[in-house]
Every structure is written in C-alpha cells, then in structure tokens.
C-alpha cells in the first residue's frame, strides 16, 4: 500500500499539470491587478454597477410582492 502512494509516474504528471494551471493563473491574476492599477476608477464603476442591478433586482421582488398583494388581499 506504502509503496503504491510512492509512485512517481501519476504524480509527475499530476504536478506538470498543476503546475501549468498554476501559471496560468497567477497571469491572469497579473492581468487583473494591471487593470485594477490602470483603470481602477472602470474597477469602481463596475462595482457600482453590479450593487444597482442587485438593488434593481430587489426593487423588482418586492414590486412583484406588492402587486400579488394587491390583486389577492
């Protein structure tokens, strides 16, 4: 049983794997920080954004409760 664990072959090419999303990865992560260093006021306006439409989603439930209510008191 030991001895299975031990196995470098499924391993090796576990880690070559890995270790390519890996640095994949930490690119992407790279390209992200440049564009929150470069365009962070984009950064900003895109959380707003994302805050309006879960703001405009909530108005929406709410509405449709209000309009349930109206039509079966």
Known sequence: MRRRHATPS???SRGFTSR????RWTRSAAAAVKAA????QVAHSN???IVCS???ISLA???KRISSIKVNP
């Open 61 to 63: 439930v709410v509405q």
């Open 54 to 56: 879960i703001k405009l």
């Open 37 to 40: 260093t470069l365009g962070n």
């Open 20 to 23: 390519r999303g890996w640095w």
């Open 47 to 49: 959380a707003i954004f």
């Open 10 to 12: 499924c391993r090796t």
